[in-house]
T-cell receptor, first 115, second 113 residues
Framework: DGGITQSPKYLFRKEGQNVTLSCEQNLNHDAMYWYRQDPGQGLRLIYYSQIVNDFQKGDIAEGYSVSREKKESFPLTVTSAQKNPTAFYLC??????????????FGPGTRLTVT | DAKTTQPNSMESNEEEPVHLPCNHSTISGTDYIHWYRQLPSQGPEYVIHGLTSNVNNRMASLAIAEDRKSSTLILHRATLRDAAVYYCILRDGLGGGGNKLTFGTGTQLKVEL
């Protein structure tokens, strides 16, 4: 089955530690995205990547870093510089970036708790 | 980014149609109207999109006002599995900003027996 995989579903870390969230897709999509969701709120864009080895900051990139070494993978690192890292993190992909509708497909999410 | 306005919550009975409204008075000519829904503790799911004409798919229908300043997502027969937060989103059809989606707080749909 084609889709987006995020692991783990739940993640717990101590304050001050960096943590990397995994996102893999087998949809052959060019574009990938990372969003953050806080309770009762909509999603906010952290980073996005249009092609391999290229990525751009979204609306709330501070304290986060990404890489895009392979088309299928777009890991997100939550660094110790992120002041409020506890949140629900969602990865998405779309067929590409360009004109047209370009609906996005989302993974199941990773719920990160930092104490 | 052009903004959308949706009611915070709506209720429906099972097996009845549901009309979820969305206002987007600042929509530009190249903005697509997208609808996604999110079940508790899951990632959002694409529902439907449109540009100018009404659209139908297996999940729902999208009715777009003639001036495009509002739209309505129609679930023809609500089921308990349709209980979710529904997001109405405008996306730049020219591909600006990486085709990002800007989510508001959406409409929480409650479906009762």
């Amino acid at each position: 089955d084609g889709g987006i995989t995020q692991s783990p579903k739940y993640l717990f870390r101590k304050e001050g530690q960096n943590v990397t969230l995994s996102c893999e897709q087998n949809l052959n999509h060019d574009a990938m995205y990372w969003y953050r969701q806080d309770p009762g709120q909509g999603l906010r864009l952290i980073y996005y990547s249009q092609i391999v080895n290229d990525f751009q900051k979204g609306d709330i990139a501070e304290g986060y870093s990404v890489s895009r070494e392979k088309k299928e993978s777009f890991p997100l690192t939550v660094t110790s510089a992120q002041k409020n890292p506890t949140a629900f993190y969602l990865c998405a992909s779309s067929i590409g970036v360009g004109q047209g509708a370009r609906e996005q497909y989302f993974g199941p999410g990773t719920r990160l708790t930092v104490t | 980014d052009a903004k959308t306005t949706q009611p915070n919550s709506m209720e429906s009975n099972e097996e009845e149609p549901v009309h979820l409204p969305c206002n987007h008075s600042t929509i530009s000519g190249t903005d697509y109207i997208h609808w996604y829904r999110q079940l508790p503790s899951q990632g959002p799911e694409y529902v439907i999109h449109g540009l100018t004409s009404n659209v139908n798919n297996r999940m729902a229908s999208l009715a777009i006002a003639e001036d495009r300043k509002s739209s309505t997502l129609i679930l023809h027969r609500a089921t308990l599995r349709d209980a979710a937060v529904y997001y109405c989103i405008l996306r730049d059809g020219l591909g600006g900003g990486g085709n990002k989606l800007t989510f508001g707080t959406g409409t929480q749909l409650k479906v009762e027996l």
